[in-house]
C-alpha cells in the first residue's frame, strides 16, 4: 500500500515558468519523500504550499500521520512557506460524485450487482473510542454514495477491511460481511 501526498503549488505559472509542476506528490514511506518535495519546493521560491493527504476520511493513523511529517520537516525551518493542511474530504460533493461515477462505469461494464458493499480499510476501535472520527465520516461517506447511485438501505453494506494484530478493529469485518451475504443468498 503507498500512501501518497498531492502537494499543490499556489503560484501563477508565469512566476514558476512552463517547466515547473503544478502538482507534486510525496509519500510517506518511500520516494519521493515529504520532506524532499518540500525542500524543492522552497529551493523553487516556493512560498504557499497545499498539502492534501490522499486520504478522503481523516484519521490520526494516517491524515495525522501525514501533517506530523510535515511539521517535523519544517521543524528548523527559518522562513516557512504559506500551508494549507487539506485535513478531509470524505463528504465532498466532487469527491462523492467521483465514487458514484466510478461505480456507474463499472456497473456499465460488468453488469449491476444485487448488493454493493463498501469496504474501507480498518483502525483499531481503541481510535475511535479516543475521538478519531475515522468510522463517522466512514459512515457518511458510505451514505452520501448509497444516496448518489439511489440505492435503498438494503441494497449496500458497509464493512472494514485490512485488521492486523490482537486489537479489535472497526467492525463489521469485510472477510465475514462477504460469508453472511453469501450466505443470505447474495
Known amino acids: 500500500?503507498?500512501?501518497?501526498?498531492v502537494i499543490r503549488i499556489d503560484q501563477t505559472?508565469?512566476?514558476l515558468g512552463d517547466a515547473a509542476?503544478?502538482?507534486r506528490l510525496a509519500m510517506t514511506y518511500q520516494g519521493p519523500s515529504i520532506a524532499a518535495t518540500i525542500e524543492d519546493c522552497q529551493r523553487r521560491g516556493i512560498e504557499r504550499?497545499?498539502?492534501?493527504?490522499?486520504?478522503?476520511?481523516?484519521?490520526?493513523t494516517t491524515t495525522a500521520a501525514v501533517f506530523d511529517q510535515v511539521a517535523r520537516h519544517l521543524l528548523h525551518t527559518r522562513s516557512l512557506p504559506g500551508l494549507h493542511?487539506?485535513?478531509?474530504y470524505h463528504d465532498a460533493p466532487g469527491y462523492i460524485a467521483a465514487l458514484a461515477a466510478s461505480v456507474r462505469e463499472h456497473w456499465g461494464s460488468q453488469g449491476r450487482?444485487?448488493?454493493?458493499?463498501?469496504?474501507?480499510?480498518?483502525?483499531p476501535e481503541v481510535n475511535v473510542r479516543k475521538g478519531d472520527p475515522y468510522a463517522r465520516q466512514c459512515e457518511r461517506t458510505a451514505r452520501l454514495l448509497a444516496d448518489e447511485l439511489g440505492l435503498g438501505d438494503g441494497d449496500w453494506t458497509l464493512a472494514?477491511?485490512?485488521?492486523?494484530?490482537r486489537q479489535r478493529w472497526l467492525m463489521p469485518y469485510t472477510n465475514e460481511t462477504l460469508h453472511r451475504l453469501a450466505a443470505d443468498g447474495v
Open 85 to 88: 493542511l487539506v485535513r478531509d
Open 49 to 60: 504550499i497545499v498539502v492534501l493527504p490522499l486520504y478522503p476520511q481523516y484519521s490520526a
Open 1 to 5: 500500500c503507498i500512501h501518497a501526498v
Open 113 to 123: 450487482g444485487a448488493h454493493l458493499l463498501l469496504s474501507f480499510h480498518g483502525i
Open 21 to 23: 509542476p503544478w502538482v
Open 13 to 15: 505559472a508565469a512566476s
Open 160 to 165: 472494514y477491511q485490512s485488521r492486523f494484530g
